[in-house]
């Protein structure tokens, strides 16, 4: 498989979500046949609001061949919800599998865990290869 350059814009958007704001990190990855990255974030989305005004973060996301790497920081509720999400984004269909690579406090083990992802990252011949927010 031909390994594309990681694009200057999505490593902006990593570096904002390993900033030194939050101490708490998680990854995740999601799969599915026809993943749409709007849909699942705008469910992540409206769930974290439900967690509460302290409910603050960053996320950024990106795509690796048939799988989405989703990196957040954030408050300890927010973290720590990504595995409730990944229960109720597959009761919603939202994707059929999906797996916390990392949750935790370490920056070091996040910064490590992104890294080996971004090895698999492809800019696939879709739209949007990547992505992000912050709340």
């Known amino acids: 498989m031909k390994r594309h350059v990681v694009p200057i814009q999505l490593l902006a958007r990593i570096s904002d979500v390993t900033s030194k704001e939050f101490q708490r990190h998680a990854v995740f990855t999601i ?5 749409d990255p709007q849909r699942v974030f705008n469910a992540l989305r409206t769930d974290i609001k439900k967690l509460g005004d302290d409910a603050a973060y960053k996320l950024a996301w990106f795509r690796c061949g048939n799988f989405i790497s989703v990196l957040i920081s954030g408050t300890p509720a927010v973290t720590a919800y990504v595995f409730a999400f990944i229960a109720k984004g597959k ?7 999906g797996e916390v690579v990392y ?8 910064k490590t865990e992104v890294d080996e992802l971004l090895h698999e990252y492809a800019a ?9 927010s912050c709340c």
């Open 91 to 97: 009761q919603r269909k939202l994707f059929q599998c």
């Open 103 to 110: 949750e935790g406090v370490s920056t070091l083990k996040f």
């Open 124 to 132: 696939p011949s879709v739209k949007h290869s990547f992505g992000g």
């Open 31 to 35: 799969a599915a046949d026809k993943l």
